[in-house]
């Protein structure tokens, strides 16, 4: 309800009112392209609400139009023309640094997500998206301090939860993941996935009775899928050889 009410009041010109729905949609949203294509209307309003160059918005829409018709090179000209008219858009670096991730290469990715979150530090797809490269790399300490500094500007949202608690997990710092983890399932207790990370977590911690619980709660959601029950038999023989160690 919150999206149909961020687009009505985007296009009823309540840029404001557009803002707050997407945020309170952001909250519980597990949907990788619903967060995205709310990411670009919060772009959007952006522009709006900044007033940039219409010029440069002409060219991102060109570039656009481009990218999707199988034209990457004069899709990617028209976006850097974009952003060298207007140096203060978000959404153009996003899309630049989206493109330069997708053909692997990472350094001007970084570059340019990262000046999208320098412009608008609200931009959550752009996030998003630089935790898929630090996550690539193995730079979790970078991926930390990027997701904590998302936190600390109000987008206290299910997707950075989940991405942060993935990250205390691999850097070992099992309590702050297993808040995090805890939080967003507070935000959307319906997601499978955050059951299967928590419950790796606890199984990690060598607490099993916790880890198990947790995956019965997963399985439970949904009794198709296997990796409840693939991690249930590994605290299994974790526990297993727990026991064979104390004889």
């Known amino acids: 309800y919150e999206i149909f009410l961020a687009v009505d009041n985007y296009l009823k010109r309540n840029y404001l009112e557009s803002r707050n729905y997407i945020a309170r ?19 959007m309003i952006f522009v709006k609400q900044q007033n940039l160059s219409s010029e440069a918005v002409e060219l991102y829409r060109e570039g656009l139009r481009k990218l999707t018709s199988g034209d990457k090179a004069g ?6 023309r974009a952003v060298l008219v207007e140096p203060r858009f978000p959404l153009a670096n996003y899309v630049l640094g989206n493109e330069y991730f997708k053909d692997g290469d990472f350094y001007p990715a970084i570059v340019y997500l990262s000046k999208a979150i320098s412009l608008d530090s609200n931009f959550v797809p752009a996030y998003v ?41 691999e850097l070992k710092l099992y309590d702050h993941a297993v808040e995090s983890f805890l939080k967003a399932i507070n935000y959307n207790p319906l997601n499978y996935e955050q059951y299967i990370y928590l419950g790796v977590v606890y199984s ?18 949904n009794p198709d899928r296997k990796e409840a029950y693939e991690e249930l038999k590994k605290v299994e023989n974790l526990k297993n050889k727990s026991r064979l160690k104390r004889k």
């Open 204 to 221: 990690n911690m060598k607490k099993f009775a916790d880890a198990e619980a947790i995956l019965k709660k997963a399985a439970e959601i």
């Open 75 to 80: 899709g990617l000209d028209a976006v850097r």
């Open 25 to 43: 949609a952001l909250v519980k949203l597990t949907d990788d392209e619903l967060i995205r294509r709310l990411g670009v209307l919060h772009g």
């Open 129 to 169: 998206r630089l935790f898929d490269i630090y996550k690539a790399q193995g730079n979790w300490s970078e991926a930390k301090t990027m997701l904590e500094s998302a936190l600390s500007k109000r987008n206290d949202f299910w997707i950075i939860r989940i991405l942060l608690g993935q990250v205390y997990n």
